[in-house]
């Protein structure tokens, strides 16, 4: 982990690096580049948190809404953003059985109908029958609850990819 | 024009339609979603006009650093959003003389350095010499002015693009 690089480098690459942390949102990553220098991970983890919890609620469900459709035809046809693809096939839901996967394309179908956004979750701490699981028991939330659920997740996943990077920062910065 | 389609269309299809209305922001496009139905060309711009508005200083930085270098590498090994690629090759900023571009170059390098953002302008309705006047005269701006003056290009810019979208709408959605 090297703070000083990630300070130092300039606001174009510092998009490129981190424009994935918060799904294809670029925007937050352009963002949190004004609030430099960082002290560490927790204070740049922070800082996307903050540009998530200031969005009006029509931009945090517009955050949810750029996010693929768990085990979609994304992953299968492996279009996916790389930190997405690593994740969702990490949680076996590249090649779920076919009931597995008619299952799980329900529960995403009745989920954008119910809350006008995908079910998000970290898909790489959990297995593909957890995953139904868990998305059943949100699917009966009330649309509030299920917002900050996933936005909680969003917040999780990004701390994950930006332990990655840091880690690796050498070979991308 | 149609508005039934752009307001049937599920969120997905919205997304992916209008997610580089504001430059390299699906967000943006994902924010407006949620305000649905729109009643027209004016109110579906408004919404995207209201989510700029609405996002701190930071937010608004952000939204100008997803913006390409005017005349720089991207246009000319044409990586650019196919948008940004045409505005600015109709603008004549293709293939600007020798002279011209390290004119260009040297003002984009100063803005990025005053600002902590680069220039941002409606290429398709200026020529190269007078873009690189006017980028001298907004150099010489305070910060705070020449955000307002980047952000009101922004606005403008998707205000032509969802025009041009919603005149071929038959063939996108």
New interface residues.
Partial sequence: MNMEKVNSV???DF?EVFGNVIE????????????RPFSDLEDLEKHFCT?ID??????Q??????HP?LAGRELQRGTLAAESQREQSAAGLQNPGTDERRRLAKLNAQC?ARF??PFVLVARLRDPAVVARELERRLRCPPAQELRTALGEVKTIGRLRLADLLGADCARL
Avoid: M, T
């Fill in positions: 300039d606001f174009g998009v294809r949102c670029p925007l937050a990553a352009a963002a949190v580049r004004s609030q540009f200031a969005l009006p609620r029509s931009g469900e517009g955050i949810l809404r750029c459709h954008r006008g956004f």
